[in-house]
């Protein structure tokens, strides 16, 4: 069977986001029940990124400076992220998870990864041998692209 890559890519649009949805789903259920939605998606994107500005984090969620800025503030003050000066550029400042910050992501990215696998658990061995060849194919062409990247994260 041909399919051309513009097929290729409708079927990967059609896709995506109904995984998306899972993944997004599940990740916010396992949140702690005091952590607001933008404040998770501050400590996954921060997780993602090394060396992340909390301008690249405020970009991310549609906020403006000011408001990240506070979001932040929170975070740190209940020792989920610290700030330092960049390593190589003092005047900019850099995002880290604590320990507490990192293992409240990894929590919610096993539950996550649990759900997901009990949604492919009704594949066969080759389905998911396939899915997998799929899924490390797709890796690298997607890992160098920017808003590939962000709509990941989403």
């Not at 069977?1 to 649009?13: G, K």
């Not at 989920?80 to 400042?93: G, K, N």
């Not at 997901?116 to 998911?128: D, V, Y």
């Amino acid at each position: 069977m041909m399919v051309s890559p513009q097929e290729c890519a409708h079927d990967v649009l059609e896709t995506v986001p109904l995984i998306m949805r899972t993944i997004r789903t599940e990740m916010r259920n396992q949140r702690d029940a005091d952590l607001t939605v933008p404040e998770f998606r501050t400590l996954t994107f921060i997780a993602r990124h090394e060396d992340a500005s909390p301008s690249q984090v405020a970009e991310h969620l549609g906020l403006t400076l000011p408001s990240m800025t506070h979001l932040v503030d929170g975070l740190v003050e209940r020792g989920l992220v610290v700030r330092q000066p960049h390593h190589r550029d003092r005047r900019r400042l850099i995002l880290s998870l604590t320990p507490l910050g990192d293992s409240t992501v990894q929590m919610a990215r096993a539950a996550a990864q649990a759900a997901l696998a009990n949604k492919l658990t009704g594949l066969s061995t080759a389905q998911l041998e396939t899915v997998t060849q799929a899924m490390r194919i797709l890796r690298p062409i997607f890992t160098s692209s920017q808003a590939a990247q962000t709509i990941m994260e989403m």
